[in-house]
């Protein structure tokens, strides 16, 4: 498959269980590594880079969103968020932009409660807020409603869309959920290990 993707774009990546969405999202974001073909990010063949070239990238360019939030419970709901940058930076400049962010994803009243005593769909804006928290310019989501009701996915959408909005960042979604997504600026279909634009129709679609 061969595909690029535009900075600002927000893009589904739809398929069937197994067509290889998840593999292809770890690639982009440089969890693994593809055994052949190349992935350019700004203009970076990144599958020329060392370990500790990729480790850097990917804290400073990109964003996770998984299924399941993966909140530590033991921790507050701030100090999660805060999580993936507590190593370098100035502490109070770190905590106020986490807490701008939890402002922006309508956790303000939820900041210092521990991770376990809110909801799904809390923590599920909560992990948006974490990957959002060094500023990547691309964000990617594996599943981020998978693990959510109808109502909060529909709100988790609205979020995703806002934040993707607000700050110009690229987010890149795969998702069984496409309903929910409604209009957004691409969708890419896997299917038989080929890329294609758009939404296949719906009799080539598999129902998980
Ligand atoms: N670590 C692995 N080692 C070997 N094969 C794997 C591994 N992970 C996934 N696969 C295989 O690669 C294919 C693509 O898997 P992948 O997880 O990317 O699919 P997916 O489209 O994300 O599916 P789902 O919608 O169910 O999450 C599948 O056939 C899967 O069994
Ligand atoms: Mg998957």
């Known amino acids: ?92 400049v770190i905590e106020k932009s986490a807490i701008d962010l939890l402002k922006s994803v309508g956790l303000e009243d939820q900041i210092h409660k521990r991770a376990n005593k809110i909801s799904g769909g809390q923590a599920q804006r909560a992990a948006i807020a974490r990957g959002l928290i060094n500023k990547p310019s691309i964000v990617l989501a594996d599943e981020p409603t998978g693990n959510l009701d109808s109502v909060t996915s529909t709100k988790i959408v609205q979020l995703m869309k806002s934040m993707a909005k607000k700050f110009n960042q690229t987010f890149i979604v795969v998702t069984h959920d496409r309903q929910h997504f409604g209009d957004v600026d691409r969708v890419i279909t896997i299917k038989d290990g080929k890329s294609f634009e758009g939404d296949l129709p719906s009799e080539m679609e598999m129902v998980v």
């Open 1 to 92: 498959m061969s595909f690029s993707i535009e900075q600002g774009e927000f893009v589904l990546i739809v398929g069937s269980s197994g067509s290889g969405k998840s593999t292809l999202l770890n690639m982009v974001g440089l969890l693994d590594r593809p055994t052949t073909g190349k992935i350019f990010i700004d203009g970076i063949n990144t599958t020329t880079l060392n370990d500790d070239k990729l480790s850097s990238f990917r804290n400073n360019k990109l964003g996770f969103i998984f299924q399941f939030s993966n909140l530590l419970s033991d921790l507050s709901v701030l100090e999660n968020v805060m999580l993936p940058i507590q190593i370098a930076g100035n502490i109070d």
